[in-house]
Each structure stands twice: as C-alpha cells, then as structure tokens.
C-alpha cells in the first residue's frame, strides 16, 4: 500500500461519508482529519492478513474490500463486502488479538487508518461514534448469526435467494425491478454461500427459468421479490437480516 503525501489527503466530506463519523462537530472530524493516515491499495492487496499481529482501524473513504479466510488446501470463506463509508479492524483494536481474517482490496481503495492507541481515545471520548461503532457491531453478528443457521439448515438454492435478498435491500428499485449493480461474481457468491461457483452458476440458470432473476456481468436483476421470499420461507423461515431495514 502507499500513502498519501501531505496536501493530497481526502476532504472532511469524505471523513463525514463513514458512518461511524457521521454524526461528528466539525472541530471533532477535523481532529480526525489531522490524526489519521491515509493510503491506497490496489484491487488485489492485501490491506490485513488472517492472524497478522497488527492493531490499526481502518475506514473506508473509495472503494470495497473483501474479508475472508482461506483454508490450508486453498478454499476461500468470504464473511463480507465493506464499501465506501464502511470500516473495519475494530476487534483487533479493542482487543490486541491477531486479525481473524484477511481483508483484501476488491477494487482500488483509499483508507484512512488509526492506530489502536488513537481509535481507542476516538471512541472514549465521543459517545456519538462509539455508540455507531457498537451498532455497526451488534448487525455483523446478527448476519453472520443467520448465515451460519442458513449453512446449517438450507439447501443452496434458499442461501442464494437469502443471499440476494440481502443484496436487494440497498439496491435501486426501478419499475418493480431490483438492480444489484456491482453485483458478486458466481465465484463469490460461492465463496460467501459455501458452495461452488458450478453449483451456483446453475442454481443462477433455474432462478432465471422460473422469472425471478435476470443476469449479466456485474449485474443481478431480482424481478420477483415475493417469490424468492417464499423459496426462502418453504426452505427454514426468513432470518433477522431480511426483515430490518438496517440505517447504520
């Protein structure tokens, strides 16, 4: 990764575009502005690897990372997508244990990055981004909560419709029909579900047969949510995250 020379660093409009910062006084962003680094990586880089004993936070300003695990034999887990105004590394932070898992550029990235000492007097003394952190928190365990009961419990086609539900959430709605756009690949679809990309790939070719999803590349059209709603419902009963409206 490289850093940014002095005079190039982002704007406190891009500070105040991560949600843990949103709610700061100027003077308080400012601060924030003076204290971080920033950096850049690109698509491909690692930005934390799995059990390094490395301790900064990082927020988001452009760009998406990827978290994930990769087994001894070479097959990747991908916990979750973190996109512009997101952040990640609190737990190593708080608590100075090794990174449980990788965190790698998806696509070329600028980051602001704490060092622990710094993220820990942060949130000490503003209530404010602290109490967004603890939210923030509190809705990466809900998910993953309900994707290790949807592993358990639901066949691959009802973790993919769950998947995509997700997606869906925060995707444009435009004459009934939901864009997710980036979407996954077929590949990380797999990596995120437990699955093959083959058995993905067909379970895409039977959704597409039965009008509920239309693909292309980067692209995921969902044109029936009712429907995938109701392959998931059959399958083990809709989960937490597919009922809230997330706002932090």
Do not use: K
């Not at 007097?121 to 998910?143: C, E, G, K, Y």
């Not at 419990?153 to 009934?176: F, I, N, S, V």
Request: charged content about 25%; hydrophobic content about 50%; some cysteine.
């Amino acid at each position: 990764m490289s850093r940014i020379s002095t005079g190039n660093e982002p704007t406190l409009r891009q500070l105040r575009s991560v949600a843990v910062l949103a709610d700061l006084f100027e003077e308080d962003l400012e601060e924030v502005a003076r204290t971080v680094s920033y950096l850049r990586a690109f698509a491909g880089q690692n930005v934390v690897s799995h059990l390094e004993r490395s301790s900064s936070f990082f927020l988001v300003l452009e760009g998406q990372v990827r978290v994930r695990m990769a087994s001894a034999a070479g097959r990747n887990v991908a916990f979750r997508l973190i996109g512009a105004g997101g952040h990640f590394g609190e737990i190593a932070a708080l608590t100075g244990a090794p990174r449980i898992a990788s965190v790698v550029a998806d696509t070329p990235c600028l980051l602001a990055e704490m060092t622990a000492p710094q993220f820990l007097d942060f949130i000490a003394r503003r209530p404010t981004a602290s109490l967004r952190l603890l939210q923030s928190m509190a809705r990466n365990i809900v998910v993953l909560t309900d994707r290790v009961f949807e592993l358990s419990t639901y066949e691959l086609r009802a973790r993919l419709c769950a998947e995509l539900l997700r997606l869906a959430r925060d995707a444009p709605l435009t004459d009934g029909v939901i864009a997710i756009d980036p979407a996954p690949s077929h590949a990380e679809l797999a990596d995120m579900l437990g699955a093959l990309r083959e058995g993905v790939s067909r379970e895409f070719r039977v959704l597409a047969r039965m009008g509920l999803v239309r693909t292309g590349r980067r692209h995921i059209a969902v044109l029936d949510i009712a429907r995938m709603r109701t392959i998931v419902e059959n399958e083990g009963g809709i989960t937490a995250t597919q009922l809230v409206d997330w706002n932090v």
